[in-house]
């Protein structure tokens, strides 16, 4: 190869070499851009705005619990009992099942003031959205006047296997008739449910409670402390000691061996 | 060039272990937005919102990154990003151990509160730091075999 070719080939290759280096920085420049838009676009999608029909509950303000039994209209210095739960959670259906009669007896009587969280922490593992569509099929109930029939109903349907699918869509209807509602009243719940009316306030509750510390379900709260339910329900029989339980409620006062640690 | 030399190899490794990681960390959990919120939350170091938003985005950034040091695409941008990401990890959960915080670190899904005994966090710091070891040698080299930058931009992009 002569001297004079090697030139020549030295000034062809020069400039696609600077050509070469810019389309690589521009193209870097280029793909964080990309990757911006991108994922801010997805991000704006997955904020968790429910869409359709977006309602509080009749007197809750967003982030707020229900007080199913508020008519009850307990005294002022009854003990609040603060009541988180998943319709999803087998520890929750385990509670509702050994714990749920005395507890919705106590609060019917006027005795506590029973405040109920619905959170959606199945959602966060599992993903999907069945936990707040079924919270929010219950508010429904409550819109009713079924609160305590249909969360009884729900629970004990509630599916064998944590998985994204959930509760099937019949289960909220069998449950709803299990509570006992007909005519028209079925159809106003089934449209409230079918709207998914109350699932933003679902999500905006389990939001404002784990911000506030409670990131597992079932938790009881009892004027403040966090009460170990299952120190009530005797391992080996399963029975459970109504008598500590109802004290331990009316009186707002938690033994300190059956304050929960967490 | 017609034969990959061996730092060339090197790099070819260093992009499939950060590239590959990230892909299948951030496709794991790209379907569960909620989960990588709380995920992020738990760390307890950003405002809870705020931590929401980068639970929602983290997921995507990791798939995109992943698959562009999987493909040797923009490899010192996509590497600097990898880089970036596997530090905040790092600090991330060093700051929940140090803290005595007791979470998953979520890296794979899952997150969240565990008990005290079922932390990993000397193991998870040191996968991550591994991780941005391969990140800075791609970002101090970003040559590599069998990659699109190469065979899209040809040498040039050696240089850059």
């Known amino acids: 190869m002569s001297n004079q070719d090697r030139k020549a080939k030295a000034r062809a290759a020069a400039p696609s070499t600077g050509k070469g280096a810019n389309a690589a920085i521009i193209g870097g420049v280029v793909v964080i851009v990309a ?5 801010g676009a997805v991000v704006v999608g997955a ?13 809750v303000a967003a982030g707020e619990p229900l007080e199913p039994y508020a008519d009850a209209d307990p005294p002022k210095d009854a003990p609040v009992v603060d009541v988180y739960e998943d319709f999803r959670c087998p520890a929750c259906q385990v509670y509702e099942e050994y714990l749920g009669g005395t507890v919705t007896e106590l609060a019917r009587d006027g005795k506590i003031r029973l405040r109920i969280h619905l959170k959606t922490v199945i959602d966060s593992m599992t993903g999907g959205e069945s936990s707040a569509i079924a919270g929010s099929s219950a508010v429904c109930a409550l819109d009713q006047g079924v609160w305590t029939e249909y969360h009884e109903a729900l629970f004990a349907l509630q599916p064998e ?47 404002a409670t784990t911000e506030d510390g409670i990131r597992a379900t079932p938790t009881v709260v009892v004027d403040g402390t966090r009460f170990d339910w299952s120190s009530v329900i005797d391992q080996q029989t399963g029975e459970v000691d109504t008598k500590t339980l109802t004290e331990i409620l009316t009186s707002g006062d938690v033994p300190e061996d059956m304050v929960a640690t967490q | 060039m017609t034969r990959a030399h061996v730092p060339d190899l090197v790099g070819l490794v260093a992009r499939l ?5 990230l892909l299948v960390a951030g496709g794991l959990k790209v379907g569960n937005p909620l989960g990588s919120a709380r995920a992020v939350q738990g760390y307890d170091v950003m405002p809870f919102e705020v931590a929401e ?30 880089t ?51 990140g800075v040698w791609l970002l101090v080299r970003p040559r590599t075999a069998y990659s699109l930058d190469r065979y899209l931009f040809g040498d040039a992009k050696e240089r850059t």
Request: proline share 1%; charged share 20%; glycine share 16%.
């Open chain 1, 35 to 39: 990757i911006v838009l991108v994922v």
């Open chain 2, 17 to 21: 272990l950060l590239g590959g990681v």
């Open chain 2, 84 to 134: 970036l990401l596997m530090v905040a990890f790092v600090l991330g959960i060093t700051q929940a151990w140090v803290r005595g915080l007791t979470i998953d670190c979520g890296c794979f899904g899952g997150g969240g509160q565990v008990d005290a005994n079922e932390t990993e966090y000397g193991r998870e710091i040191a996968r991550d730091l591994g991780l941005a070891l391969c």
């Open chain 2, 53 to 82: 938003y980068i639970g929602y985005a983290l997921p995507w950034i990791e798939v995109v990154v992943g698959l562009l040091l999987v493909l040797g695409l923009f490899t010192r941008t996509s590497s600097l990003l990898g």
């Open chain 1, 47 to 59: 904020v968790r705005d429910g869409g359709g029909a977006s309602e509080l509950p009749q007197g």
């Open chain 1, 161 to 207: 296997s944590e998985d994204r699918t959930g509760f099937a869509e019949e289960a909220y209807t069998k449950a709803a008739e299990q509570a006992g509602l007909s005519g028209e009243a079925l159809d106003e719940w089934q449209q409230c449910t079918d709207d998914g009316t109350y699932v933003d306030y679902v999500q905006g509750v389990d939001d």
